[in-house]
């Protein structure tokens, strides 16, 4: 620290200075609501600008002088690094810090220990710890244990087929998997026979009613039929079907991924994580790898591998061949010299029941990932927005930040796929939650907590922090609210930041997520999220390439002329809205209840509508537009969150977020108060008001900002290594790959969280302690604070 005890300075700079002082001070008074301290433009600016003398600071250091000097803290208390206003620590750590960050040497290990019996072919060897990895249906050491996966469960006499699940078949069961097809003896055997598909319908009693599935009656007749006067389905030929020459089956459509078209007639690629990085064949789910690689994307070279082939997370590397100077099936490992810049983080290779497995029996195709494949195998994007789960993962895997050398590693990411888990929590009776009493959020849990249990037994590094190095990611609408007491010391990745300062127990209003039934003595009592440690990240949001080629998050104020904006379920007194009153826990009600600017079921608008705030329930059709051409856009909870605080940046809108005690994306890192606007559940009814007496210098103030930070509330790391992959494997170059590769190489979702790991790793308390320094940092030395 400096120590000043008295300013140089020349009085023709003291004399400018308080010139400025006095002429900003005036303009001040009529421009903003509020008065700063006069220590922000009085003698804490000047002594920056002096020349300090009688301090410290010694001479061999350069003069070096702290961070908060050299890069002060703005108006809003916030300091900016490439574009965006941070927390003035954090900022000023960055900026001098991060900003001239260099290369260090990491001994990179190759792996090349061998599984027994190759797997069986059945399953992919992970070199590092010589298991393998079984495909679904395949279990054992070998991968040579057959599993019968039903898609039933056990017939009575009133359900010849079982009580209902997803899985549920009356035709033909692939028990590898647990999904429904037509079968042999069909014209079209693997056409999926998904749920209502083979059973028979209920008409309604009241036209224009919905029709009901009896899960106890067969529908073969009509499914297995050959006659085109009838609704068929296993036997009905694309063509015919298309062309309106043959009935089929409304309820049967093509569900499962790898096949495409309303007939599933066109086999495409399913999603793999990383597509199995071009060194491997996407099955369903499951990367099956080339001879010389492993891992969830096949990613990770053997020495079985040849070296031009490496990943370039991996490159340049200096390789140390072993003294036979011959790469043959004996060696355990090569050692590799590569240049990477800190943090580094560790991605464990975990079994494929908490990610591959997953994919690959998932029964909707479009549930938890990020895209899907067309008739031409081009890049569909999904609006899951859970999908920024798989958007994270695969960034990871790919970035020059990961490193195989555990013992180098500064982090330690946990690849748990919770949003597949709950989505797949009622798919078959082999995931069954009978055990949990139907509650998801207690199943969910214990896959982390057997996840723990594996990475604590078969590697060293946990124990070495308490896991306070280690990363999980959870992605569902209550974040990590149902996190195993085991892993709480962890740094969460969650898109609800929920403290339970306000709102102190489960917010769903869906049952079978509800956490407050999972006991302590599994759950502990820890909070949903501790900004002292956990991460709120964005949600999933496709690139839309309207809203690319408009430039929306750049539109000025004069084109912004609604002063409010929200387009979202309004709760019961709406039609269609979720008929729960604890849905959004009731925010989303009352602000319909005050600013409702469309007629509910009784026909009544908001108390206050007024014609500049449009608060609807009813979808727009131009949600995009309508956010673009708003000021202020309502940001609040749903089921636990919601994506619209991405919606709000995209489109350049300032964030106006009510939701007590809740942090949102990026919130316990960035300085919200220069970008978003913050108010208590209780202040709703003078929302409109209170957004009235902004004046035009703070809008565009935010506004500003908001154009500033847009990409870092999009996956556009993940979406461009997506565009790589269409290019080379296929030459497509799409409108959404050429809109985003025009952009300006502006920081991203990914590329802040990097920055968020490189100021943690030199400034979170239990790290500031000698036993947990690295060695080498590529960064200066003032930049190590050590305890």
Known sequence: MISLQKLTCSWSLVATIASIVTLVSVVHLFLFPAVPSYNYFGYNQIKDSCIPINETIDVEKKNILPLNTRFPADLHKAVVYRGAPWKAEIGQWLSGCNSVATTIKVLEQISGKKCEDGCSGQGICNHELGQCRCFHGFSGDKCSERLELNCNYPATEELPYGRWVVSICSTHCDTTRAMCFCGEGTKYPNRPVAESCGFQMILPSEPGGPKDVDWSKADHENIFTTNGSMLGWCNVDPVEAYAARVKFKEECDCKYDGLFGRFCETPVLSTCINQCSGQGHC??????CENGWYGVDCSIPSVHSSIRDWPQWLRPAQVTVPE?????????????????????????????????????????????????????????????????????????????????????????FVPVLDSCIITRADDAPHLSMEEHRGLRSSFTLDFYKKAHDHIVEQYPYWNRSSGKDHIWSFSWDEGACYAPKEIWNSMMLVHWGNTNSKHNHSTTAYWADNWDHVSSDRRGNHSC?????????????????????????????EERKTLFYFNGNLGPAYEHGRPEATYSMGIRQKLAEEFGSAPNKEGKLGKQHA?????????????????????????MPGDGWSGRIEDSILQGCIPVVIQDGIFLPWENVLNYESFAVRLGEDEIPNLINILRGFNETEIEFRLANVKNIWQRYLYRGSILLEAERQKSTFGYIKDWAEKLSELSDDDDVFTTFIQILHYKLYNDPWRRQETHMKNETGIPEECVVKV
Not at 338 to 350: F, Q
Request: hydrophobic share 35%; glycine share 6%.
């Open 529 to 557: 999220f501790d900004p002292k440690k956990d991460l709120v990240i964005p949600a999933w949001k496709r690139p839309d390439v309207t809203s690319l080629s408009l430039k929306l998050w750049a539109r000025p104020r």
């Open 611 to 635: 014609e500049d705030v449009i608060v609807i329930a009813h979808p727009s059709e131009s949600y995009h537009e309508d956010l673009a051409s708003s000021v202020f856009c309502g940001v």
């Open 324 to 412: 036979n100077g011959e790469v043959t099936g004996s060696i355990d490992g090569l050692k590799a010299v590569v240049e990477k810049k800190r943090p580094l983080i560790y991605v464990y290779d975990l079994p494929p029941d908490f990610n591959s497995l997953l994919l690959e029996g998932r029964h909707f195709k479009l549930e938890c990932v990020n895209r899907i494949y067309d008739q031409d195998n081009a890049t569909i994007w999904t609006e899951q927005l859970y999908g920024s789960q798989v958007a994270m993962y695969e960034s990871m895997l790919a970035s020059p930040h990961r490193t195989l050398n555990g013992e180098e590693a500064d982090y330690y």
């Open 283 to 288: 099955r369903g789910g499951f990367c099956q």
